[in-house]
Structure formats: structure tokens, C-alpha cells
């Protein structure tokens, strides 16, 4: 649910990390705080547990610069992954206009990442949204530990589980390193941003707008 | 489902803000959708980060919300933190805002509650064809 306030010309967008349980939201969300500069980004806020757990949200806002004369501005917010948080997952899911899904590369949370794309999918469709028309994008993360020894999925195998049906744009990623981390960034607000545009055109009110500067 | 505020709409919105501000001598008023979307503040907010302050805001009342249901209620509809120079005083608006007002020694919450109500009827008649018309 963007805002477009015409009296600021500015756009907030609200994009959901989404993922099982330790499988790197918040650390995306850490590293695009640490390599933005103070002037485009917001206090990075975290809700979490002393075993590093999210309980609630993690939050940052970006300025994302100006697009055809509009401001825009993303909101950043992670879920806790683990099961018996979803009350707080839909909570956090509430006004969404994008979501990353971060899936966790080892071969142990196979299932784990299936279930939690299947709760994904479940509380978008309680909001009235669907996980195959909603801005989407895959981020396959922990590439890097393959070369510390544990036992990785291969990406294909990765595609077919979780984005066989979606075909959503993907990328492997190493969070804790940065790679892959501002390419998803990239593409979901690119996807986003296209979204509202075509939304606004399509009520035929204000301007029309595409790409994405500023990251 | 966008919300799409015109350059009337917001002056509106801040006319009521700015209302409450000048009755009740608060410091400052926000209005923030439950989503965590700042929608308008007034006042001076010195220092304070607008955007993770507004998602907070939701987040707190979502959380009490919870709270709410458990104890067989359907929500709480004002919320009060008492801080030792500031305070803040959440009240929800219609189905989809709500609004904070912060405030210090200099008044009172009682007058700050006032300075909403008196306001309420009228905010809730500009908000009320925005969410209406979300497309």
C-alpha cells in the first residue's frame, strides 16, 4: 500500500524480508545500513532477543532519490522466521508492497524454506494479495559456507523448490559478505517502483515514472 | 490498494494537527497509518527519526492490540507512555490512523486529549474518502 503524498511529491514503499528462521534477513538489512550513507538512510531499529533471534522487525528506511520529480522512500522490515511468530509475521506484512524472500542455502533447511514460502503465500492471500502478482524476489543466501565445508543445495535445486511456479527474479547471495545483497535490493525496488507507477497510470492520477537511482 | 494524499488533502490534515498543537501546547503531532506510514507530523520533533518512530508506532499497536484480544477486548483505543520530560499519547483514528501527540510539563494529557476530540470529527471526514478511494 505505497502513499503518494502530492503535496511532498514523495512515495513510501514498504518492502517484507521474509524467510525461515536464521536464514539472513537481518543481516541484509545490517549490511545496507552499514554501506549507505547517514544522508540516504534512516536509524536502523531491531526488535530482537539476546540470541539474536528477531522477535518482532527489524526496520531501515532509504531515500532512493528522485524519480521523475518524486521522492521515493523504502521502508526495510524483516520478520521474526520462526514458526510460532506469525501472528507478529502478518502483523509486519501489513501495507506491503514487496517482499525478498531470503532462502537459507543449506541443504538442512530444505523444508524449512519451503514451509516458509508457504506461509508467505498464506498470509499475503489473508490481505488479499497474491504471491504470484506481488513485486517478488528470490535471494539465495549463504552461498559461502559451501566453501567452509557444509553441504549446500545447488541453485537449480533451489529454482525448483521455491520458484518453479513463481519464476520471480533471483540471486545468490552472501549477506554476511555484501554480495548479492544490493543487486536484490536493486531489482525489488526496481520492481516496486514499476508496480505503483503502473497502479497510479492505471487510476490515471499524476505522473508516470521508471528506474531506480540512488542505490 | 494506494493511498493518494493531494496537495489539499495534506494541508487539511495539517491544519488539524497544527489545531491540537495550538489548544493543547503540545510539542508535536504525527498521523501514521497502521502499516507504519507516516502520513503527516507537525510541531518540532528536534531530533527524532520520523520514519522509524512512525513504524514503531504501529508496531505498538499492534502488539497491544494482542494484548487486547487475550483479554477478551477488541482493541485498545488510546495508548499513554510516560517518560520523565516527554510524554506520548497514542489514539487511534477511524479504522486506519493513528495519532501521536507528544508533549511535555506544559500541559497537560488531559487537555491534550480535549484538543483531539475536537478535532476528531473533522479529520475523520478528510481521511474518510482517501481510504474510500484506494485503488
Known sequence: MPFINFSKDEIQCKI????????????????????????????????????????????????????????????????????????????????????VFVADSLKTQREKNIESLINLAKNLAE????????????????????????????????????????????????????????????EISKLVVKDVSKKILLQGKGRSFSGVGGI | MDIILSAEDVKRIDACLNKVLNKSAAVSAFLIDRSGQLVANCGSPSTLDVSAFSALTAANFGATSEIAKLLGEQEFNLLF????NENVYFSVVGENMIMVIVFDDRTTLGLVRLSINMIMDEL??????????KG
Not at chain 1, 540470541?51 to 526496520?59: P, W, Y
Not at chain 1, 565445508?149 to 527474479?169: F, R, T
Open chain 1, 16 to 99: 517484507v524480508y521474509y524467510g525461515c528462521g536464521f536464514c539472513g534477513k537481518t543481516t541484509n538489512l545490517l549490511y545496507i545500513y552499514k554501506k549507505t550513507q547517514e544522508d540516504v538512510r534512516g536509524r536502523m531499529v531491531s526488535i530482537d532477543t539476546d540470541g539474536d533471534r528477531t522477535i518482532f522487525f527489524d526496520f531501515l528506511s532509504l531515500n532512493l532519490g528522485k524519480i521523475r520529480g518524486f521522492d521515493i522512500r523504502v521502508q526495510l522490515y524483516t520478520v521474526p522466521g520462526q514458526v510460532h511468530y506469525d501472528a507478529t509475521r502478518k502483523l509486519v506484512l501489513k501495507g506491503v508492497d514487496g517482499v
Open chain 1, 127 to 186: 490481505k488479499r494479495l497474491s504471491i504470484r502478482t506481488i513485486p517478488l524476489v528470490m535471494q539465495y543466501n549463504k552461498r559461502d559456507l559451501e566453501a567452509e565445508g557444509a553441504e549446500i543445495l545447488p541453485v537449480d535445486v533451489l529454482q525448483k523448490d521455491l520458484n518453479s511456479m513463481l519464476k520471480a527474479p533471483s540471486f545468490t547471495a552472501s549477506a554476511i559478505k555484501g554480495e548479492g545483497v544490493f543487486e536484490t535490493l536493486r
Open chain 2, 81 to 84: 507512555h510516560k517518560g520523565q
Open chain 2, 124 to 133: 475523520l471526514q478528510i481521511l474518510s474518502p482517501i481510504y474510500q478511494n
